[in-house]
């Protein structure tokens, strides 16, 4: 398993060939959003309105940050669970995202969607949120104020750490994992 730095935008060529446990070091912004901030994001794009931030090429960060204290960059930033964004995924990635970050499985459905749009889904360790924190080197909220820590954020990050858990080829971590056990059992 690979260690790989990855600048965002990303493109195509990017993760094509990320494999699933694959450490990862992404550089550049990188942007925060759950699902009250995905839906409503949605509904403005449908609406004809522009995105508050190009998607094409984009990483998403599942997350809610605890309140940024005096002098901060940001507070502890652990990624939420990922299931609950699965109803927009498929969308997002027609928009161009490349990259999503977050904890626990994903759908079947966004499996597939990935494999169809050439991205990746990837994992950031849950419980290491302080951690995660010393890497995002700028926060700005750019969208969606009112949703307070569910708002719409451009975090400029250096090097966070995350896992390819599922790659452009649609295998799974958390599967070949299980599958690894039962033959090791």
């Known amino acids: 398993m690979a260690v790989v730095k990855l600048t965002t935008p990303l493109k195509t060529e990017d993760v094509q060939n990320l494999k699933i446990g694959d450490k990862v070091l992404i550089s ?3 942007y925060t959003a759950r699902d009250a901030a995905h ?13 508050p931030f190009d998607i094409e090429g984009s990483v998403i960060y599942y997350v809610g940050p ?8 940001i507070n502890s930033c652990g990624p939420t669970t990922s299931y609950r964004m699965d109803p927009y995924t498929g969308r997002m990635l027609e928009l161009g995202a490349k990259g999503f970050v977050g904890k ?3 759908s079947p459905e966004v499996v597939e969607d990935l494999k169809k749009h050439k991205a990746v889904y990837m994992a950031a360790t ?9 890497s995002v080197k700028g926060n700005e909220t750019i969208a969606f ?3 307070g820590a569910e708002a719409i954020r451009r975090l400029t990050v250096e090097d966070f750490p995350a896992t390819v858990v599922n790659d452009v080829n649609g295998n799974d971590l958390y599967q070949e994992g299980i599958k690894q ?5």
């Open 181 to 185: 056990y039962a033959r090791n059992g």
């Open 126 to 134: 849950g419980g290491a949120a302080a951690l995660i924190a010393k």
């Open 39 to 51: 839906k409503r994001l949605l509904d403005m794009i449908d609406k004809g309105e522009k995105s």
């Open 145 to 147: 104020e009112d949703l």
């Open 104 to 106: 626990g499985n994903r």
């Open 28 to 30: 550049g912004e990188i």
């Open 66 to 73: 605890a309140p940024t204290k005096p002098g901060q960059v």
